[in-house]
């Protein structure tokens, strides 16, 4: 059938030309894998090669070390160098102690003993003494290396402390009887004292060890080395390995002659038969299947442009993702460098949109952003980019508008656009947006840049209300520069904060008798720099960087502190939102009146309704778990939140106390009425009241005469410090 198939195929032009391309195609891949093949064999070949060479030379200089180790041993002795000093010398001990040791065990084949004065003292060979004749072919190869051994023991000196110096060894190689030998000398000596007692008068120690026939054979069983032999000359053949033995003086003794193992020529002869069989096999299964990718190239190429599109679309949306809004604002502002044209980047952020996804579910959230996307691309301009960024995130690129007036009647559209409610499956959700802009040239031509500013920009409009555009200005830069600078020098100042905080008190009096009944702690930061700053400029840089737990601890635990010398007073100290909403704040205020011993009625936080807005559930929790400890709690700045009867309502507090704006009013007709409604309030719901910021007589003529409980402000008293307390309670 595939016969068939051929010969139908080869009759057509577009049949031949594929023909041809795979034929050629297959030539190139196989010749390819067999140079690969050939050259991978050449390599494994090489690198077997320098490991065999690698292991021979380490093997020839483990040998010198472990002669040098076996003369350590029984040379440094006390008995030999007592045996040498003797006369005449007892030749016949060193047969039992020595000769065993250094044949039997060290493999040494030759050993002389050599006096002071150069003299045979002691030969031998295998088990057998030698004559002193004996040594005169050895000495050739081993008087350079005493006589230097000698010089270095007439000129060494003791270490530090008196200590003699290990001795030293010289080994050398040699050829001795036409055969290769490793020639060592090591002097002679007490364990005590190496040394002799004249410098450079030791007897002294010669072993000689043949690298020939058994250890050759050692070397090729033990380590895989073919046919290993020495030869004086280089082997001529190229499939032999060598390794050359060069003396000290750099004289070549010979070589160490094997036949490599050549890994990667044995798997080529064992694999090339079936590799070229599998060559074969393949080639007609990719005939096959090429045949059958031919026909299918329209779908292909189907598939890959809509890969390309989703790598470069936001799935939900159909909108450019962040990889394309990338690549468009880089053009973009390319263009802008070019020919200074105006490039406008807009930051969009949806205000409330979480709220959708907790009230309707996320279906609802993805129905949502679809309409949103959609919108936008309505008050755009057909090549204008709009993108998701991810989330409820989106951002626009503006090329060459007709001026900034332009892009901000764009954004005043949008943002009307995404306030008109939006149909989700029969509900209405009603969203904002926040718009920060950026522009090109004018804030920068860099990418990141440009939409840095834009981001800054949007952040600005969230904290401006949302629901509404900002412009990015020099000075938002400016604001961010100078946020961060707060953000490290609080970091900075908590890491010790007795130096740069300290806690002043307000006093806080009866209305009816003047008398003081607490204080309202108030802290205040003394900056190195920028000198005293009140809560207003940094407390806020506190809540943002996540510093205010810290903070409001170590204010805590002060004013505790502090409080222990007015037992009769009550002390307010302020919470933050984010203190309120941490699971460890009651636990805090717990192991904080522990430590001060104070009692728990002495103390009153203050907390605002924005706390109270933040976070129902975990708000209401705390402030059972502190009216538990009995703990009194007070709302501060009562009037101007929202819900403020609900709150009074939900939570239990134990006092209001009257926002100074409202106190300010109370000359109106109707400030007074106000103020006189929540005095009425606060005594229907049984509730302890406070007026804060009374400034003139008027004031507290008026806040006694509507009968206001407790008063504070500058007429009466202004924050001081805790030794000023002390005073006015003389």
């Known amino acids: 059938m595939l016969l068939k198939r051929l010969q139908i ?5 577009s049949s031949t030309r594929f023909i041809v391309a795979f034929g050629a195609t297959v030539l190139v891949v196989l010749v390819l894998v067999i140079g690969l093949l050939n050259w991978s064999g050449r390599e494994v070949d090489r690198f077997a090669y320098e490991r065999d060479r690698s292991t021979v030379s380490l093997l020839l200089r483990q040998t010198i070390a472990r002669i040098g180790f076996a003369q350590r041993s029984s040379m440094v002795w006390d008995a030999s ?12 001990w060193f047969d039992p102690n020595l000769n065993v040791w250094f044949h039997d065990l060290a493999a040494i084949d030759e050993a002389y003993v050599l006096s002071p004065d150069d003299d045979i003292i002691y030969a031998r060979r295998g088990r057998h003494r030698l004559v002193p004749a004996a040594y005169t072919p050895v000495a050739a190869a081993a008087d350079p290396l005493v006589q230097r051994l000698r010089s270095i023991l007439r000129t060494r000196i003791s270490s530090p402390g008196g200590l003699p110096r290990m001795s030293p060894t010289h080994a050398d190689y040699a050829l001795l009887h036409g055969r290769p030998a490793i020639v060592s000398v090591k002097p002679i000596g007490s364990n005590i004292r190496m040394a002799a007692p004249t410098p450079g008068r030791d007897a002294i120690h010669v072993a000689v060890v043949y690298l020939d026939r058994g250890y050759l054979s050692r070397l090729g069983g033990h380590y895989g080395l073919d046919d290993v032999t020495y030869s004086r000359q280089p082997s001529a053949l190229a499939s032999a390995a060598s390794v050359a033995l060069i003396g000290r003086q750099g004289q070549t003794i010979g070589y160490f002659v094997w036949k490599p193992f050549a890994p990667g020529s044995r798997l080529i002869a064992a694999i090339g038969p079936i590799l070229l069989l599998g060559m074969v096999v393949l080639t007609c299964v990719m005939y096959s299947l090429a045949s059958r990718l031919a026909r299918r190239t329209v779908d292909l190429e189907q598939s890959r442009l809509q890969a390309q599109h989703q790598a470069t679309h936001d799935a939900l949306t159909g909108l450019a993702n962040r990889a394309m809004f990338e690549q468009r604002l880089d053009e973009a502002l390319l263009r802008s460098r070019r020919s200074g044209a105006i490039t406008a980047l807009l930051y969009l952020d949806l205000d409330r949109f979480k709220q959708v996804n907790d009230t309707l579910g996320h279906p609802a959230g993805d129905a949502l952003i679809r309409q949103v996307a959609r919108r936008l691309v309505d008050e755009v301009r057909d090549y204008d980019v709009v993108a998701r960024l991810g989330g409820d995130e989106f951002a626009i690129i503006i090329s060459e508008p007709s001026g900034y007036s332009a892009i901000e009647r764009i954004c005043a559209r949008i943002v009307a656009e995404i306030e008109r409610p939006f149909d989700l499956s029969g509900s209405q959700a009603y969203i904002g947006a926040s718009i920060g802009v950026s522009f090109a040239p004018q804030d920068g031509v860099d990418r990141i840049e440009l939409t840095r500013k ?12 949302r629901s509404r555009f900002v412009l990015f200005t020099a000075d938002l830069d400016e604001d961010v520069r100078s946020r961060e600078a707060n953000y490290r020098d609080l970091r900075q100042a908590l890491d010790d904060p007795d130096r740069q905080f300290a806690v002043h008190y307000q006093p806080i009096f009866v209305a009816a008798t003047g008398e003081m009944t607490g204080v309202e702690a108030l802290l205040r930061w003394e900056h190195p720099e920028l000198g005293l700053v009140t809560p207003g400029g940094f407390i806020s840089a506190a809540e943002e960087s996540g510093l205010i737990e810290v903070l409001g601890e170590w204010v805590l635990r002060r004013v505790l502190r502090d409080a222990r010398a007015w037992p009769s007073l009550r002390v307010a100290v302020n919470v933050s939102p984010v203190q309120l909403r941490s699971r460890a704040f009651v636990d805090t205020v ?4 522990d430590e001060s011993g104070i009692a728990p009625g002495q103390l009153e936080l203050e907390l605002t309704e924005t706390a109270l807005m933040s976070a129902s559930d975990e ?8 009216r538990g400890l009995g703990i009194a709690c007070a709302l501060d700045d009562f009037g101007t939140g929202y819900s403020s009867l609900s709150h009074i309502r939900d939570f239990a507090v134990d006092r ?10 109370v000359d109106t007709v109707q400030g007074a009425a106000l103020v006189e409604a929540i005095v009425s309030l606060a005594s229907a719901n049984g509730l302890r009241l406070t007026a804060e910021g009374v400034e003139t007589e008027e004031q507290y003529a008026f806040l006694r005469r509507v009968g206001c409980e407790e008063v504070q402000g500058f007429l009466l008293g202004r924050p001081m410090p805790m030794r000023d307390v002390a005073r006015i309670l003389e």
């Open 619 to 626: 708000v209401g929790q705390a402030l059972r778990d502190l």
């Open 590 to 593: 717990r192991s904080a009146l």
């Open 454 to 465: 834009a981001d800054i920009a949007l952040y600005k409009a969230k904290m401006n209300g």
């Open 656 to 665: 209001i106390k009257i926002d100074r704006s409202f106190v300010q009013a």
């Open 81 to 92: 160098a007592h045996e040498l000093r003797r006369r005449p010398v007892n030749t016949a």
């Open 9 to 13: 195929t080869r009759h057509t032009p």
